[in-house]
């Protein structure tokens, strides 16, 4: 079993940054993917980016490629999301999920972090 801590959110005004930071404890495979989804009131859960430990490809959600970018730092240890451009509308409580397809969400599976609040204020 694996837990996910992630940490970084807070509040920014649009166009701002952050960084959010996803530390996993536990066994984390070669086949594993980590990912980013997010999940604003009212909406469904979207997937944001996620990377492969074994090789670091990386994936992203159109409504985010070009502004946010997914990484594994040099040591292995954490996976993460900088967030570049912030609109209103990436605010959302951003969870880390260990899969083993990008952005598949794999019922009975899938690990999930706690989440951490997002949001952009305009």
């Known amino acids: 079993q694996v837990q996910l801590e992630e940490s970084g959110g807070g509040l920014v005004q649009a166009g701002g940054s952050l960084r959010l930071s996803c530390t996993p404890s536990?066994?984390?495979?070669?086949?594993?993917?980590l990912n980013w989804f997010r999940q604003a009131p009212g909406k469904e859960r979207e997937f944001v980016a996620a990377?492969?430990?074994?090789?670091?490809?990386?994936y992203y959600g159109d409504s985010v490629r070009g502004r946010f970018t997914i990484s594994k730092d040099a040591a292995g240890n954490s996976v993460h999301l900088q967030m570049n451009g912030l609109k209103p509308e990436d605010t959302a409580i951003y969870y880390c999920?260990?899969?083993?397809?990008?952005?598949?969400?794999?019922?009975?599976?899938?690990?999930w972090g706690q989440g951490t609040q997002v949001t952009v204020s305009s």
């Open positions: 990377i492969r430990w074994s090789n670091g490809l990386t």
């Open positions: 536990g066994r984390i495979f070669s086949s594993h993917v």
């Open positions: 999920a260990r899969t083993t397809t990008p952005g598949t969400v794999e019922p009975g599976r899938t690990s």
